[in-house]
């Protein structure tokens, strides 16, 4: 396979990064793993680590996430929310899709979509993924984690085959490419706000976004929960995230975890398996 990313490596600026107190790595086995080690070593909220390149890049449900140097971010946030019981640290997760849809929608004309609950697909393909990881007491949480892949300037030939018809970068669909320091500049920025105010007012606050970027309502799905599969059409997101699917015999069911493993025009996530 002809290798496009040695060829047009466009690297991170280490430079303007560091001024901006983000820890910047050329090379880490996962910046979540990072994070958490920085965090357990004092490290503030908001502190943010960078990478590359992942060599373990992990993705939700054990999955690995495809992390190679040059082309996507890979990045990870520090999050303390005080305010926020550990019951309720899932939505963060759903704020950090919402907010990232908005800016690629708004200020990079890129229509991103978000596949419930928090996948990012471009075109009906995974252009990028959460994953948060959290360390709490029964009713405090000591620090969150959101880990946050954005395949950026890949071409069609650097995925690998597993997950070639699945994955898609924001370059392959719309053929423009980004500046990715400016780019996670300005994502750290908006995140950093996203998260003000959902400490400050809850989720309902970002509902409204988060369902109208939605591309799974209306769709005839299958969700695969605790090992069962439901099939059925989404037909309503709740207020707390949850997904409704009612099925061919007019149940509804409410799906608050699991992993969409078929729609109509959805896809499977940008993952290898482990
Ligand atoms: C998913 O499976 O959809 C979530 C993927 C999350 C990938 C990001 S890349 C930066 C951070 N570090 C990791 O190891 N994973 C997350």
């Known amino acids: 396979m002809k ?23 050329q090379s880490v ?14 490290k503030p909220e908001y502190s943010t680590v960078v990478a590359e390149k992942q060599l373990k890049g992990r993705g939700r449900l054990g999955r690995s996430w ?11 946030m520090i999050l303390r929310p005080l305010k926020v019981s550990p019951s309720n640290a899932g939505a963060i997760t759903l704020v950090t899709a919402a907010a990232l849809a908005e800016h690629l929608n708004k200020q990079q004309g890129l229509p991103v979509m978000i596949k419930w609950p928090n996948d990012l697909l471009l075109n009906g393909k995974k252009t990028g993924g959460i994953l948060s990881e959290m ?9 969150l984690i ?30 423009k490419r980004l500046d990715r320091t400016k780019l996670l ?29 939605n591309t799974t309502l209306g769709k005839t799905i299958t969700v695969c929960r605790h090992n069962k599969n439901i099939e059925g059409v989404a037909i309503d997101l709740t207020q707390d995230g949850s997904l409704i699917i ?29």
């Open 185 to 213: 500049l300005e994502l750290i920025e908006d995140l950093k706000k996203a998260y003000h105010s959902f400490c400050e007012y809850g989720f309902n606050h970002f509902y409204p976004l988060w369902k109208k970027y």
């Open 246 to 274: 009612r099925d061919h015999k007019g149940c509804n069911h409410l799906i608050n975890h699991g992993e969409i493993i078929s729609g109509k025009t959805s896809t499977d996530s940008a993952f290898r398996p482990p």
């Open 3 to 25: 290798n496009h990313l040695n060829s047009k490596l466009d690297l991170l600026d280490k430079k303007q990064l560091e001024d901006k107190q983000i820890l910047f790595y």
């Open 66 to 76: 495809f992390s190679p140097r040059g082309s996507g971010l890979w990045f990870s």
């Open 29 to 42: 086995d996962s910046t979540n793993l990072a994070a958490r080690r920085l965090v357990e070593n004092g």
């Open 135 to 143: 360390k709490a007491k029964p009713e405090l949480i000591e620090y």
């Open 146 to 175: 959101i880990g946050i892949g954005l395949n950026i300037n890949q071409e069609r030939a650097d995925f690998p085959c597993e997950i070639n018809q699945l994955a898609t970068s924001l370059y392959i669909e719309h053929d």
